[in-house]
């Protein structure tokens, strides 16, 4: 797959320049100068001869076979050598030229008319506007890039063919390998799900890192990041996730909805490991590079000094690590060499006084202890400590487990050294224990992640021609909203639990229903035109007697008179009162490019202030269903604090996936709210109380 591109037998450079400074120049030269054992043509109408490379006017000229193109030509004459590349049945071509899209309308047109040429003619392009790429297992640099990586196990894909340099020459200073980088650069043909497919069945690439502006089609990423993050840890730096849908939006979920939740939400879902800042994926990609998985969240922190120690328990408290407890036994054998004032016990200091033996001892002991996942080793550079000496013990002990042992040593200059060892040996060294710290977390959860069973779905009966009826009666009456006995019978036919209703014109009638039901019951206004019924003063719960029936509904009617007089009004609605339930939120949303999105968050009149909410893209497993459930912040407050009874949770999960099916099942919904789904006690299920469905045709 894309295998031309990246190990190619011969390679055209279309635009070869003589001179040092030109891209054209720059390209061929790279191509030359770092191995690369196929057949390389120049191709320049004015040149006879190129960097020591016969140079031919045009790509007919050449008698051989060209694997690849690699096109750096102006803008206006990219779509000949398209042409000649039909011809000469070249089909794998870089064009790094830019001036395309990125420029505007006119670079859009053209770019557009050279993606549907090569498309007739078979022909796969990366580009245009980029970088170019390299594959180091080849030794091709098809690219204008300063300087070769160093052979290695990271694959690593940019839209940004500024971040692809600025990766390049941050890991030629720390010594880190690549096997590919790609510079994506405007994603005409071939995307990033594309690359990344590529890279999941390449043998040197280990680790896929990834920086991304846009994602080109979402569902289709989503599948492909599945499926490789099944192998291989995917990381990828998102920027400009600035929120889409700050579009005013009708519901709560469409106004806390945006692509950040989207970007989120999927990439949790395929198992992608998110870095959140540059600093962060390059600490994360020497630890995935590495060093094994922790099969665990138990840490050991090794440290010489306190605060240093504190920090680093702190930033593990925050995460899915956790400091593990040591074994007797192990904390027997560390006090036979350890001062008495050590502590044994996690984070394990060995004071200020310890020397790179301590270390070393301290290591081995507890690299043993069967508890403990994974090993932190902090340094601060004492008078007492050889930092580099510490170092070498260290890797020798490192390149005998199968824990990971990452290390931050604190400091510059005193410590500069042992850095340095540590790159040279493959052991991730960090600045600052937090960094090694969530580095370490993003492993763990990668490999919960992948440790994970297979993803259940569950499929709901439901009554999908009712839907089809009442959306199509909406549409012919050119309306979007749902009224509220439409929204009932839509989610009714998707097997919620809804409270018992009845619309009463009169009095009369509001005290037969109430009577009917059963007090107590909660009375609100039956109105097309009232979208926030209690603002208006239109709900009323807790109604316990007949006559406080009669009085609602008499107020209610009023209020909504007064405050709304255009309202029209159907009558009152009287509901069976759902005692106890704790009130959550449900929603509907549809995100560009990931499709339905299913909200979950703590329900009530401060949703959209407090933001708790959480985001999956439909349809969501029930793995996902109980992860974002559990995402909330106030998740204990279902669980039930001081004595409360727990909610039903199951009963809230079901009621997520019923809405997810709903939302893959009709594309037209393009947002909806349950507000709130009153949740009963465990066991007791939970009621939608309130619901909003917007569609659209
Ligand atoms: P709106 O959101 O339009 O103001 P709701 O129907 O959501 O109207 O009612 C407002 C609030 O009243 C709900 O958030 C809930 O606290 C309470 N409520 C509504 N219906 C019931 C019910 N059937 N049982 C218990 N409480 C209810
Ligand atoms: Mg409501």
């Known amino acids: 797959m894309l295998e031309d591109f990246f190990s190619p037998s011969s390679v055209a450079v279309v635009g070869a320049s003589q001179n040092p400074g030109k891209i054209g120049y720059d390209i061929l030269n790279n191509i030359l100068r770092h191995g690369y054992a196929g057949a390389v043509y120049p191709i320049n109408p004015k040149a006879q001869e190129i960097l020591g490379c016969k140079a031919y006017a045009d790509l007919a000229s050449v008698t051989s076979d060209i694997d690849l193109a690699v096109i750096a030509v102006p803008p206006s004459a990219v779509m000949g050598v398209v042409e000649q590349c039909g011809k000469k049945k070249v089909d794998s071509v870089v064009i790094i030229t830019a001036g395309f899209k990125e420029i505007g309308h006119e670079g859009a047109l053209l770019e557009e008319q050279m993606a549907v040429r090569a498309r007739e003619l078979d022909i796969r392009v990366v580009g245009p506007n980029c970088l170019g790429i390299i594959d180091t297992a080849s030794c091709l640099n098809a690219s204008f890039a300063a300087g070769m990586p160093l052979a290695g196990h990271i694959g690593f894909f940019s839209q940004s063919g500024a971040?692809?340099?600025?990766?390049?020459?941050?890991?030629?200073?720390?010594?880190?390998?690549?096997?590919?980088?790609?510079?994506?650069?405007?994603?005409?043909?071939?995307?990033?799900?594309?690359?990344?497919?590529?890279?999941?069945?390449?043998?040197?690439?280990?680790?896929?890192?990834?920086?991304?502006?846009?994602?080109?089609?979402?569902?289709?990423?989503?599948?492909?990041?599945?499926?490789?993050?099944?192998?291989?840890?995917?990381?990828?730096?998102?920027?400009?996730?600035?929120?889409?849908?700050?579009?005013?939006?009708?519901?709560?979920?469409?106004?806390?909805?945006?692509?950040?939740?989207?970007?989120?939400?999927?990439?949790?879902?395929?198992?992608?490991?998110?870095?959140?800042?540059?600093?962060?994926?390059?600490?994360?990609?020497?630890?995935?590079?590495?060093?094994?998985?922790?099969?665990?969240?138990?840490?050991?922190?090794?440290?010489?000094?306190?605060?240093?120690?504190?920090?680093?328990?702190?930033?593990?408290?925050?995460?899915?690590?956790?400091?593990?407890?040591?074994?007797?036994?192990?904390?027997?054998?560390?006090?036979?060499?350890?001062?008495?004032?050590?502590?044994?016990?996690?984070?394990?200091?060995?004071?200020?006084?310890?020397?790179?033996?301590?270390?070393?001892?301290?290591?081995?002991?507890?690299?043993?202890?069967?508890?403990?996942?994974?090993?932190?080793?902090?340094?601060?550079?004492?008078?007492?400590?050889?930092?580099?000496?510490?170092?070498?013990?260290?890797?020798?002990?490192?390149?005998?487990?199968?824990?990971?042992?990452?290390?931050?040593?604190?400091?510059?200059?005193?410590?500069?050294?042992?850095?340095?060892?540590?790159?040279?040996?493959?052991?991730?060294?960090?600045?600052?224990?937090?960094?090694?710290?969530?580095?370490?977390?993003?492993?763990?959860?990668?490999?919960?992640?992948?440790?994970?069973?297979?993803?259940?779905?569950?499929?709901?009966?439901?009554?999908?021609?009712?839907?089809?009826?009442?959306?199509?009666?909406?549409?012919?009456?050119?309306?979007?909203?749902?009224?509220?006995?439409?929204?009932?019978?839509?989610?009714?036919?998707?097997?919620?639990?809804?409270?018992?209703?009845?619309?009463a014109r009169t009095t009369k009638e509001a005290v037969a229903a109430a009577s009917d039901i059963g007090l107590p019951v909660v009375m609100k206004i039956a109105s097309p035109d009232v979208l926030h019924k209690s603002d208006m003063g239109g709900v009323r719960v807790g109604i316990e007697t007949t006559t406080m029936v009669e009085d609602a509904f008499f107020d209610i009617t009023s209020n909504i008179q007064q405050r709304q007089p255009e309202a029209r009004i159907l009558g009152v609605m009287v509901q069976e009162m759902i005692p106890q339930g704790k009130e959550v939120i449900l929603g509907i949303t549809r995100d560009i490019q990931f499709g339905p999105m299913v909200m979950f968050g703590l329900g009530g009149i401060y949703v959209e202030v407090l933001k708790d909410v959480a985001f999956r893209i439909a349809p969501l497993s029930v793995e996902s269903a109980d992860a974002m459930i559990r995402d909330i912040r106030s998740f204990p407050l279902l669980r039930g604090v001081r004595g409360e009874a727990p909610a039903d949770i199951d009963a809230i999960r079901d009621a997520l996936l019923r809405l997810s099916q709903m939302a893959v099942d009709f594309p037209e919904i393009i947002e909806a709210d349950i507000n709130p789904l009153l949740v009963c006690p465990e066991g007791q299920g939970a009621v939608a109380v309130d619901a909003r469905i917007t569609i659209h045709e």
């Open 163 to 503: 971040l692809c340099v600025a990766i390049l020459d941050w890991a030629l200073g720390e010594n880190v390998g690549f096997s590919r980088f790609v510079s994506l650069g405007n994603k005409m043909d071939i995307s990033e799900t594309e690359v990344l497919l590529s890279m999941g069945k390449d043998d040197n690439t280990r680790v896929i890192l990834g920086y991304l502006e846009s994602i080109e089609d979402g569902q289709r990423f989503m599948e492909a990041a599945k499926q490789v993050s099944k192998t291989k840890p995917i990381i990828i730096i998102k920027s400009g996730t600035t929120s889409a849908g700050a579009k005013a939006a009708s519901s709560h979920t469409g106004a806390l909805a945006g692509s950040e939740h989207a970007y989120n939400a999927a990439f949790k879902q395929s198992g992608i490991v998110r870095a959140e800042s540059m600093r962060a994926l390059f600490g994360y990609a020497m630890a995935f590079a590495n060093q094994p998985l922790p099969k665990g969240p138990s840490l050991a922190i090794i440290t010489n000094s306190g605060g240093p120690g504190i920090l680093a328990a702190d930033a593990c408290d925050r995460s899915s690590l956790h400091l593990s407890p040591i074994r007797k036994e192990t904390a027997d054998r560390l006090r036979e060499f350890l001062p008495p004032t050590a502590s044994v016990y996690n984070p394990i200091d060995i004071i200020g006084d310890a020397s790179h033996e301590r270390y070393e001892k301290t290591l081995a002991v507890v690299l043993k202890d069967e508890l403990i996942h994974a090993v932190l080793i902090l340094l601060t550079p004492t008078a007492a400590v050889n930092a580099e000496a510490v170092a070498r013990g260290v890797v020798k002990l490192a390149e005998d487990t199968d824990k990971p042992v990452i290390t931050a040593f604190m400091g510059e200059k005193r410590v500069r050294q042992a850095r340095k060892i540590f790159q040279d040996h493959a052991i991730p060294t960090y600045d600052y224990p937090e960094d090694a710290i969530s580095a370490l977390d993003a492993m763990l959860s990668y490999r919960t992640w992948r440790e994970k069973p297979e993803r259940q779905f569950r499929h709901y009966e439901a009554d999908t021609r009712k839907v089809r009826e009442i959306f199509a009666s909406i549409i012919k009456q050119h309306r979007h909203d749902l009224i509220e006995n439409e929204a009932r019978e839509i989610l009714k036919a998707y097997g919620f639990r809804l409270p018992d209703s009845r619309i």
